[in-house]
């Protein structure tokens, strides 16, 4: 929470991080006012892609728990946008999440 109010000051003063999956050099973050991913792009990682989408524009989601062959669980959020970003797709590592809970 702190890193992302003063480092990279991606956050609003009000907006606070209920919980924070990182996989690899990727962040997958939810707060009290939107879902955020942080995908970290290129050899040394100076390419951040930055996705921010409020919960008012979730429409419906599934979810996809882990099974004895696929390692990771799935969350695909859909949005009411006509864009790209009509399905955001978050995978979490089995063992490490507990897909549900979110």
Not at 6 to 16: A, G, M, V
Not at 28 to 45: A, E, I, K, P
Not at 54 to 82: C, F, K, Q
């Amino acid at each position: 929470d702190v890193e992302f109010h003063t480092n990279t000051k991606i956050l609003l003063d009000n907006e606070k991080v209920l919980m924070a999956f990182k996989a690899g050099r990727d962040i997958s973050m939810f707060t009290n006012l939107r879902v955020m991913t942080l995908d970290t792009q290129g050899l040394v990682g100076c390419k951040v892609h930055y996705v921010s989408i409020p919960y008012t524009s979730i429409h419906a989601y599934t979810v996809e728990t882990a099974g004895m062959w696929d390692r990771d669980s799935e969350l695909d959020l859909y949005t009411r946008n006509r864009w790209h970003l009509a399905k955001v797709q978050l995978e979490f590592r089995s063992g490490k999440t507990d897909i549900l809970q979110i």
